[in-house]
Each structure stands twice: as C-alpha cells, then as structure tokens.
C-alpha cells in the first residue's frame, strides 16, 4: 500500500489589491480578486519508506505540496490520501507561543501531534536531552536565541516516531554540533524503512539521500524520476535556463540569469575526490594523499561574486581545519548567468589516522551572510604509518648536538 496518494491536488489563491475588495466581493457578489496558482493539479504517488526529494526555485510550488500534505492548509481542487502518522518540519518552531516556556511549548505541541499527556511525559527527557536545552526549560521561548528556537522545535517535531517525516530545509538547523545530530536523527529514520518527503536547495544532499526525485517549477512537476538524472538536469536548468529538450536558441530569447532568484546564489554540484579517486566515502593515508574539493554553484548575475568556504569536522562536530576563498584572497570569477565553480586541493593531507566529514558553504562576498551550504558532503577515512598521536601531522625536524661537542 502507498504512504501518500494525490489525486488531481492543486491549490489556488485569491490575490486582493485592497483588504475591503474582499468584503466588497462578499457584498456585490462582483468577482474583485484575481487567482494566483500555486500549485496545478497533480497526480502523485509515494511508496512506503520511500525517500521522495523535491527541487526548485524558491516559489516554485514546493512547500505547498508539501503544507497541503502535511495538512496545515486545504487544496482548493483533488484529494489527498495519507496512510500513517506525518510529523512535518515546516517552518520549525511556526507554532510556539513566545510567552510560554520551552516546556509548556513541548507540552502543547505534543498535545496538537496527537499526543496524550502521559505519551508526552514519557518522551520529554529525551526531547530535552536532544535540544541540549536542560537550563533552559523553564525560560519563556522569547528569551531564546533563534539557534534554541529551531533546536527545540525540531527535537519535539522529530520525537513522535511517524510513519511519514516531511523535511523542508531542516537539516542545517542549529549549529555544526547539532546540525549534525539533526542529520543522523533524519537518516535513522530512512534506515528503518520510515517515508520521507525531503525538501532541500542542496542538490549533494538531495541525491544522496533520495531514492526518487521530483522537480517542481512554477506549480507543475517538470521531472520525476532518478535522483543523479533529475538534479542533473535542475543543475544544468539553474546554469543555462534551458528545460531538458531544449535547444541553446532558449536562451537568446530568455536569458538564463532570469532564473536564479534576485538576492540568491545556490550550491550546483560538489565532488570530493581523494588521490584522484572520486566518491562520498574516501580512503586517505597521512601525509601522501592529496584531497580536492571541487564547487559548483549559481548566483544571482547583479550580486557581487560569492566565496566559498570548507571545513573539515570531527565525529562530534568540532571544526579541525578550514579553507575560505575569502581568507585566502582568492576572487571566484563567475560566467555572464551568475554560474560558476572553485576548486581547493589539500596536498598530502596532514591529518592524523581518524574519520573526518567536509562541510561546503556558499556565502556573500565579505564571508558573513551564508547563502547555501552541504553538510557531511564526504567522509575522509584516514589512516597513517607510525605512531604519531593527535589531530594532525605538524611540519617538524629534530636537532641534535655535534658528536665530541
């Protein structure tokens, strides 16, 4: 039996110039609205622990699909069938009350979950413990910085293990310690069998972890299928404005900058590879093995160039070295449609024996507003000879005194 079935979906707005068109509309009974479609009809069909990705343009549809699935808002034509609890993170922490402490929050978003008060009780702790919130509990949420507002919401948005997880954009929440507990809380889920809908700009991620790929653009689906294939031909639609079929004459008439978002820019395409050998999970020996990373992205044409920053974390998240653009007085030079790609290689990398995660960041030109970034892109498996301790293999020589001195 499928997870999630829709039947012709769509969802329609009225757009009113003035608020009193509308009551003006009530009164004569005159049309005084004009309809913006969000979303055509769709047919769609999710399989139990399927990993279902979507991709597209900010406005391009994908969250309300993912609302009307979800249920916090209605479709204005079709149906939607939905076997199983759904837990969505949309919006994280949308329906916290800023006066209420975090655990009355807990209490009260558990309870609109579904949850009865002894089911709540029994989760708390380890909704607590996640969030890393324990001396904060008692604080009304106002106080908290945004970083603990989408830590709790996502702990308690995650705790009711549901048949059905809706992800939009969630995995980068909190900082590099939490985003990645966040991350493995999420892939947990997909290793025992539980649906997924994942909802992301970052197109590494999305084929990473999804088992089938949907394209949404300007409300209608214009791919669905394999995930290399379908982020592949979004990727080439985001650098050249052309839809797959489409000749290069496309873009004289329509020139392929018109569609990044205005004020935007996007990670394309990243690859890892270790002594030339390309792949997500990679075998390094200290000390003679070079690493390069290799970016791909898209930018809005009238912004300044981006930069591009790496680091590499431990297990628990703690940054062991890095690499910025920026830092290092490197200028990315970029095509006439905003795209462009950098390259940072690691000669004979020194870290010491250990598993080691890249992270990827697309940021603004002064390094300080982050426009994109890909978590846990690849895993460098470090070995070495010898037995030096420590992170990393720090240049050094050994002086001795002359013999008979």
Known sequence: MSAIVLRHLGKTYAQYERAV????????????????????????????????????????????????????ILPTSGHIDVHGRISALLELGAG???????????????????????????????????????????????TFSSGMFVRLAFAVATSVQPDILI????????????????????????????TILFCSHSLYQVEAICSRVIWVHHGKIVMNGDPAVVTAAYSQFLET????????????????????????????KIEVAAGGVTGHDL????????????????????????????TMVRQDGSIIASAGSLNDGVVLVRRQDGSGEAAVTFPRLALLKGDYWLNVYLLCEQGLHPYDQASMVARLCVTQQGLEQGVVSLPHQWTLPAQGG
């Open 241 to 268: 404005g052309l839809f797959p079929g489409e000749e290069r004459e496309a873009v004289e008439q329509k020139p392929s900058y018109e569609c990044v978002p205005a004020g935007m820019a996007h990670l394309a």
């Open 96 to 142: 916290f009350h800023p006066e209420m402490t975090g655990r009355e929050n807990v209490y009260m978003s558990g309870t609109v979950m579904g949850l009865d008060i002894g089911q709540i009780d029994a989760l708390y702790d380890e909704i607590v413990a996640f969030s890393g919130l324990e001396e904060f509990m008692n604080q009304p949420v106002k």
């Open 21 to 72: 068109d509308r009551l003006l509309e009530v009164v004569t009974g005159r049309k005084r609205h004009r309809e913006f479609v969000a979303l055509h009809p769709v047919d769609l069909e999710v399989e139990r622990g399927e990993v279902l990705g979507l991709v597209g343009m900010n406005g391009a549809g994908k969250s309300t699909l993912l609302k009307l699935i979800a249920g916090t």
């Open 283 to 310: 075998d390094v020996e200290s000390g003679k093995t070079d690493v390069a990373i290799t970016v791909r992205f898209v930018s809005d044409p009238a912004l300044p160039a981006p930069s591009v920053a790496v």
């Open 167 to 194: 992800v939009d954009e969630a995995l980068s929440v909190g900082d590099g310690a939490f985003a990645r507990k966040s991350f493995e809380r999420i892939m947990s889920f997909k290793e025992a069998g539980g």
